[in-house]
């Protein structure tokens, strides 16, 4: 059996997501449900996600729509409380350089856009869906493999701009000071958030239960650490509706 918590995972917040997989273990046994003493976060994500024997795992928007939606069990969407958006929703900031003189997305219609990767929902299909309303896309792209390295190329001048997760540049703001050098240019839409997913045929209301009463065991400490607020349901049909860009943006 397999549990992987790497979302959101920094070397600041290591510990309180320990003790946040202890506090889950711990509900999930009280429900008759065996998870593994520690979650690998080091693992491949697909590896983790499409494990028959996975216990919990969180994964992105876009990958569950694409490709796991009808292979896993949905439990819940993690909330963390996002300024604008209802409970379990977020979205992407646009950010650049701070000393960069353009003032709008249309502007950059030339510029280095860099993104993690090709299937994430905050950093790629977010922004082309925002960039096709002002009639463009990036023909200029580069992929960083991780939105805290897109957000370092754009502060040292190796991009111009990119799409990070709101979550993401929270905790970029938090611990690093490169931060100092970004400013957000513009926000997405909010769409659901990255969902707790565990392999089909699991107790879903169970699983849902145990997390939610981890959540709420964790010190308000460990909370603000990993920004959660509590855990929520968003029904499938709501990411199954989000628009994928075509392959040809890729």
């Known amino acids: 059996m397999i549990a992987s918590l790497m979302m959101y995972l920094r070397p600041e917040n290591a510990q309180a997501h320990d003790r946040y997989w202890t506090l889950i273990r711990a509900e999930l046994a009280q429900r008759g449900i065996v998870a593994p003493d520690q979650p690998d976060n080091t693992r491949d994500e697909f590896e983790v996600w499409t494990a028959g024997d996975l216990v919990l795992s969180q994964t992105c928007g876009m990958p569950y729509r694409k490709w796991l939606h009808d292979k896993v069990t949905l439990i819940g969407t993690p909330d963390y409380g996002v300024k604008g958006c209802e409970a379990g929703y977020y979205n992407s900031v646009i950010v650049v350089r701070a000393d960069d003189q353009r003032t709008d997305l ?33 023909e200029n792209r580069s992929q960083s493999h991780g939105h805290l390295n897109s957000a370092r190329a754009v502060a040292e001048g190796r991009a111009d701009i990119a799409a990070l997760d709101v979550v993401t540049w929270e905790l970029i703001q938090k611990f690093d000071d490169f931060a100092a050098d970004l400013r957000v240019l513009a926000q997405t839409p909010p769409t659901p958030g990255l969902p707790y997913i565990a392999a089909a045929g699991v107790n879903r209301q169970a699983t849902y239960d145990a997390v939610s009463a981890a959540i709420a065991g964790l010190d308000q400490g460990d909370r603000d650490a990993l920004c959660l607020k509590g855990l929520t349901q968003i029904p499938k049909a709501a990411y199954l509706a989000i628009s994928n860009p075509p392959e040809t943006a890729g």
Do not use: E, M, V
Request: hydrophobic content about 40%.
């Open 106 to 138: 249309p502007a950059f219609r030339d510029a280095l856009f860099t993104y993690n990767q090709t299937f994430s929902q905050s950093g790629y299909a977010a922004p082309y869906a925002l960039a096709q309303k002002h009639g463009f896309w990036f």
